[in-house]
């Protein structure tokens, strides 16, 4: 059965640095999304990407994120300037579909932890 | 706006027995609503869904959930949980797709 696949399952940083966490959507699927989970908070939605560009972002989603389809396949999540409330668990997600009938399918997350 | 009200947790069942974990929702409009499920180091993997059809919904692995308007609830249930199923629940209602919002989430743990 096809799934979204995420690495790094875990990455450590500093402070102030950039990071980019990958996913791989499932191959047909035309929308993504990214989710995070801050410890022991609900799920959060931050942004979804259609068409090489973002359809909807959170507030949570300022200036320090970006999103990028750099190939047919990857969906990357790059954070510039890391802060120690970056730290959370992030999901991706693909949908085939944009309606309320099309469902999203979620990576196993990566675990980011700022130092 | 919409959200979700997850009232357990935790539940603490016995292999065999029933499971019920409960949700309550808050929306404006017509909701569609969703139970995901997430063992320990997998991804979210959805359970089953109700998007205005029939309000009883059946899911895999035996789970199902009734959507009860005058309620407000969408709640999930087993008649025999199985060791498999420990495991993380989310409750998450949408009024549209990009705006999916989760419940906290309850913890089921199965004992033998």
């Known amino acids: 059965e096809p799934e979204v696949t995420q690495t790094p399952s875990h990455q450590v940083t500093q402070m102030g640095q950039e990071v980019i966490l990958r996913c791989v959507p499932i191959s047909n699927h035309l929308y993504f999304y990214w989710y995070r989970q801050i410890l022991g908070q609900k799920v959060e939605f931050l942004v979804s990407f259609y068409n090489n560009e973002i359809s909807e972002k959170s507030e949570i989603f300022d200036d320090q994120f970006s999103v990028e389809r750099p190939d047919g396949s990857n969906f990357t999540l790059k954070i510039r300037s890391t802060k120690l409330e970056d730290s959370a668990m992030y999901f991706c997600?693909?949908?085939?579909?944009?309606?309320?009938?099309?469902?999203?399918?979620f990576g196993p997350g990566t675990r980011l932890l700022v130092l | 706006a919409q959200s979700v009200t997850q009232l357990d947790s935790h539940v603490s069942v016995s292999e065999g027995t029933p499971v019920l974990l409960r949700c309550n929702y808050s929306?404006?409009?017509?909701?569609?609503l969703f139970w995901y499920v997430q063992h320990p180091n997998k991804g979210l993997q959805l359970l089953l869904k109700?998007?205005?059809?029939?309000?009883l919904v059946k899911g895999i692995n035996g789970f199902e959930a009734e959507f009860k308007k005058s309620e407000t609830s969408f709640h999930l249930t087993k008649p025999s949980a199985h060791m498999s199923d420990a495991a993380e629940y989310f409750c998450v209602v949408s009024d549209n797709n990009n705006d999916m919002r989760f419940g906290a989430g309850t913890r089921l743990t199965v004992k033998p």
């Open positions: 997600a693909s949908s085939e579909g944009w309606d309320l009938k099309e469902t999203q399918y």
């Open positions: 109700y998007t205005s059809a029939a309000t």
């Open positions: 929306s404006s409009y017509s909701p569609s």
